[in-house]
C-alpha cells in the first residue's frame, strides 16, 4: 500500500500549492566541514618533509630506498584505519554519529603529537598506527552527509562539500609542514640550534595540527548534532550548552533555534489539518491508514520520511543480515570505491618524492621509450607550495565546476568516463622529467590539473552511488564502514608498494615502473566501473507527495509516474 503514496521521483505541477524543497543544512554542513578540515592538515602536512624526515633517521644511506620508507611511514596509518574502519561503522549505527566522529579527532590529536616527537622510523609508524586504529571518520562523514540530505536536489552540491574541505586542508596542510619544518634551518635567528626544535625538527608542523585538531573537537561538541535516525532522540548536553553560547551573541541567535528531529516532530502537532476556508476533499478513503489517508493540501507538514516514523520497519533494518545489506550493487561500488582509491593514493605519495628525488649522480643511458631515469630535486619549501597551488585549484573546481558537472551528466555516466580514461594520466606522468628544463614545471602543473579533476569528480560520484545503491539508509554506517577499510587497505597497499617499485624503477633505469602499474589497476577500475548499473535513488523513495492529487491517482498512473521519473534521472 506504501508504495501508491510515496511516489519515486514524483514532482507536483507548478500549479500545484506544494511544498518547496526543504532548507539546504548550511548549519550542519559548516559544523562537518570544520572537523573533516583537520584531518587533511594532519594528513596532508607530512608529504613536503616526509623525504627528509626519513633521510634524518639515517636508515639508509642508499636514497633509492627512501621512498619505500616514505611509503611505509604513509601506510602505517591506513593498514591501522582498515583493521578497525568497520568496527566503528557498526559502532556508529549503535552508537550514533557523533561519539564516533570525536573520538576519531582526538585519535588524530594524539597522533600528530607522538609523531612530531619521533627520533626513529619506529616511533613514526607506531605514530600513525595509533591515527588509524582510533579513526574511522571517513565513512561515518559519508554516513552522516547522506543522512543529513533529505532531497536528491540537494545531492551534488552536498557530496562536493567534503571534497572542498579536502581541498582546502590540502592547502593549509603541506604549506604549513613545507614551511614549518625543520624550523632551526630555515629560521636560525628564531629556533636557534640546541633547542628542543633542533632535536624534534618536524614537531612544530604536528604541534599546529594538534591545535588545529583541539578546535576542531570543541566544534563537535558545541555544535555537531546527531543523525542517526534513532538516537538523535537523545539528549545531547554539548549541543545544548553550545546553542546556550549562540543565544548570547546576537549576530547567532537565530542559529542557536533548536532544529532537531523532536522540534519538528512538534511543528506537525501543532499544525492545523485545514485552514478555516478548506473545504474536504470530495472522496473519501475505506482504511484508517497512513497509507491510504488523502494528503491534505493546506498542512504545511515537512516531509518526513516514514523510514524514521515506522519503528517497526526501523528494528527490520537494523537487523538486516550481510546478505541483504551488502547486494550485488554495493559491493560493486565498494570494490570500484577501493580502487580508486588505491591509485588516486599512490599518486599523492608517490608525487612529492618523485618531485624530491635528485637527479643520479652518474646518469644512465636512456632508451626510449621506457628505460630513463632522472629527477627534479625540489626541496621541501617548493614542495609544499606546488601542493597547496593544487588543493587551491581542487578547492575553486569543487566549489563552482564539480556540482553542475554532476547534475548534468549524473554521477553513473562522470565516474564511468573518469574510469575509462584514468589510466592515462599515470601513463604520462613519469615522462616529466624528460622535458627540458624550462617547460617542466609547467607540465607539473598540468599533471596536476589532470589529477585533481579527475579525483573531484570521482570520489562524490562514487558516494552517491554507494548511498543511493543501500537497502536501508540506517545500513549505512555499515557499508561505509567497509567502504573505509576498504579504502583503507589500498591506500596501505598503494604507497607502500608504489614506493617499492619507484625504488626497484630507479635501480633499473625504469623510473616510470611504479606509475605504469597504476595504470595497470586503473584499467581494473574500469573493467568492475562499467559494470555498476544506476541505482535507484534511496532518497526518492521517501519523497512524499506534496499535494492530494498525486495522493488520489490509481496504481496505474503512479506506475507510469515512477518509470517516467526514473528515465528521467539517467
Avoid at 547567532?252 to 476556508?277: G, I, N, V, W, Y
Avoid at 562514487?462 to 567502504?483: E, F, Q, Y
Avoid at 507527495?545 to 528515465?567: C, I, K, L, V, Y
Wanted: proline residues 8%; charged residues 15%; contains cysteine.
Amino acid at each position: 500500500m506504501r508504495n501508491s503514496l510515496f511516489m519515486k521521483g514524483t514532482r507536483p505541477s507548478a500549479g500545484d500549492r506544494s511544498k518547496p524543497l526543504p532548507p539546504f543544512p548550511i548549519r550542519q554542513m559548516l559544523v562537518l566541514a570544520i572537523c573533516r578540515i583537520c584531518e587533511p592538515i594532519a594528513f596532508m602536512g607530512i608529504f613536503p618533509y616526509i623525504y627528509f624526515m626519513i633521510e634524518d633517521f639515517h636508515i639508509t644511506e642508499d636514497k633509492s630506498r627512501i621512498s619505500f620508507y616514505a611509503g611505509m611511514v604513509t601506510s602505517a596509518f591506513t593498514f591501522a584505519e582498515f583493521s578497525t574502519g568497520l568496527l566503528w561503522g557498526r559502532l556508529s549505527d549503535k552508537v550514533g554519529r557523533k561519539p564516533v566522529l570525536l573520538t576519531g579527532l582526538i585519535g588524530t590529536a594524539i597522533s600528530v603529537l607522538i609523531f612530531g616527537f619521533a627520533p626513529n622510523l619506529t616511533v613514526a609508524l607506531i605514530a600513525r598506527a595509533v591515527g588509524g586504529l582510533l579513526n574511522g571518520n571517513m565513512g561515518v562523514l559519508q554516513t552522516t552527509v547522506a543522512e543529513l540530505i533529505t532531497a536528491k536536489e540537494h545531492q551534488p552540491r552536498a557530496y562536493t562539500i567534503m571534497p572542498v574541505v579536502w581541498c582546502l586542508g590540502s592547502i593549509i596542510g603541506p604549506m604549513i609542514g613545507g614551511a614549518l619544518a625543520r624550523p632551526c634551518i630555515s629560521y636560525p635567528s628564531l629556533f636557534p640550534p640546541g633547542t628542543i626544535w633542533d632535536r624534534y625538527p618536524y614537531l612544530l608542523p604536528n604541534l599546529f595540527s594538534a591545535f588545529v585538531v583541539f578546535i576542531g573537537v570543541v566544534n563537535g561538541i558545541l555544535f555537531l548534532e546527531e543523525t542517526h535516525a534513532e538516537k538523535k532522540l537523545r539528549r545531547d548536553r554539548g549541543l545544548e550548552f553550545g546553542n546556550w553560547i549562540l543565544s548570547g551573541l546576537p549576530i547567532f541567535r537565530k542559529c542557536a533555534e533548536p532544529r532537531d528531529e523532536k522540534s519538528k516532530l512538534a511543528e506537525m502537532e501543532a499544525q492545523p489539518l485545514l485552514d478555516h476556508d478548506e473545504q474536504l476533499p470530495g472522496y473519501q478513503t475505506t482504511e484508517n491508514t497512513p497509507e491510504n489517508s488523502p494528503r491534505l493540501r493546506s498542512a504545511s507538514v515537512p516531509s518526513i520520511s516514514w523510514d524514521s516514523l515506522d519503528l517497526e520497519s526501523g528494528h527490520r533494518d537494523v537487523n538486516l543480515g550481510i546478505t541483504r545489506i551488502f547486494t550485488r550493487p554495493v559491493i560493486l561500488n565498494i570494490i570500484s570505491f577501493g580502487i580508486l582509491a588505491f591509485h588516486t593514493m599512490t599518486f599523492d605519495q608517490l608525487f612529492p618524492v618523485f618531485l624530491s628525488t635528485a637527479p643520479p649522480e652518474n646518469p644512465m643511458p636512456i632508451s626510449l621509450p621506457f628505460k630513463f631515469v632522472d629527477g627534479f630535486g625540489l626541496d621541501s619549501k617548493t614542495v609544499g607550495i606546488i601542493l597547496s597551488a593544487q588543493g587551491a585549484y581542487q578547492l575553486v573546481l569543487n566549489m563552482f565546476i564539480v556540482p553542475p558537472v554532476l547534475k548534468y551528466f549524473g554521477p553513473r555516466r562522470l565516474f564511468t568516463f573518469l574510469v575509462i580514461a584514468y589510466f592515462s594520466l599515470y601513463l604520462v606522468t613519469p615522462y616529466l622529467v624528460l622535458l627540458p628544463e624550462e617547460y617542466r614545471m609547467i607540465g607539473v602543473g598540468m599533471v596536476l590539473v589532470w589529477k585533481c579533476t579527475f579525483a573531484s569528480m570521482a570520489y562524490p560520484s562514487n558516494a552517491i552511488m554507494t548511498a543511493d545503491s543501500a537497502p536501508s539508509h540506517l545500513a549505512l554506517g555499515t557499508i561505509n564502514g567497509v567502504a573505509a577499510s576498504t579504502a583503507s587497505l589500498s591506500r596501505a597497499f598503494g604507497p607502500t608498494v608504489s614506493g617499492i617499485l619507484y625504488a626497484v624503477g630507479l635501480k633499473t633505469g625504469y623510473s616510470g615502473l611504479a606509475w605504469w602499474c597504476s595504470a595497470l589497476v586503473a584499467v581494473g577500475g574500469a573493467i568492475v566501473g562499467l559494470q555498476i548499473q544506476e541505482p535507484p535513488s534511496r532518497i526518492d523513495d521517501k519523497i512524499v507527495p506534496t499535494n492530494d492529487a498525486e495522493a488520489g491517482q490509481p496504481e496505474s498512473t503512479q506506475t507510469t509516474g515512477r518509470a517516467a521519473a526514473s528515465e528521467s534521472g539517467t
